[in-house]
Each structure stands twice: as C-alpha cells, then as structure tokens.
C-alpha cells in the first residue's frame, strides 16, 4: 500500500477526525482512508460526469447556441452571408 502526506492540515478539521477515529475504534490513518473510500463511492468519474452526452456535446457547449450551425463552422460575424469554407 503507498502513502500519502498531507500537509496543512486544519486543526479544526484533524480534530473532527480525530474524534471519529476514536468513536469508530479506528487509527487517524484508517479512518482517513475509510472517509476517502465512502468519498469517493458516492461521486461520479469525473469523466462521466464532465462529458455526459458525448465529446460533440462538451464541444457544442463552448458555443452560445446562436452561433451554431448544422456543420459546426460558427459563422464569420463579419459577414454573416458568406459560405463556410470548402476543403478540398
């Protein structure tokens, strides 16, 4: 099992687990590591969470909806008649 050092801790805070651990029968370290584990049970992956619906969907949010088109080229505001551009 790997470590972990975590610094700064408030003192309030240390207190507070402190006591859980007593009350739980548990050393300051697995109580720590139980807080982290139920923490961590109760969130979603972030990747899931942040791209719910797709990649095009993250995409389509970095555009207000008024400058989306059917092919995601945002139109030119200068000249809002002009055709997107060709590849070829």
């Not at 207000?64 to 070829?88: A, C, G, M, N, W």
């Amino acid at each position: 099992m790997s470590d972990i050092l975590i610094r700064n801790v408030p003192a309030e805070l240390k207190r507070q687990i402190e006591e859980r651990a007593r009350a739980h029968k548990r050393s300051l370290s697995r109580e720590i590591e139980a807080l982290l584990q139920r923490a961590l049970a109760q969130t979603k992956p972030v990747e899931s969470r942040d791209l719910e619906g797709g990649l095009g969907t993250e995409l389509a949010r970095l555009f207000p909806k008024e400058l989306r088109s059917e092919d995601f080229i945002p139109p030119s505001r200068d000249d809002p008649e002009r055709p997107p551009p060709t590849f070829d």
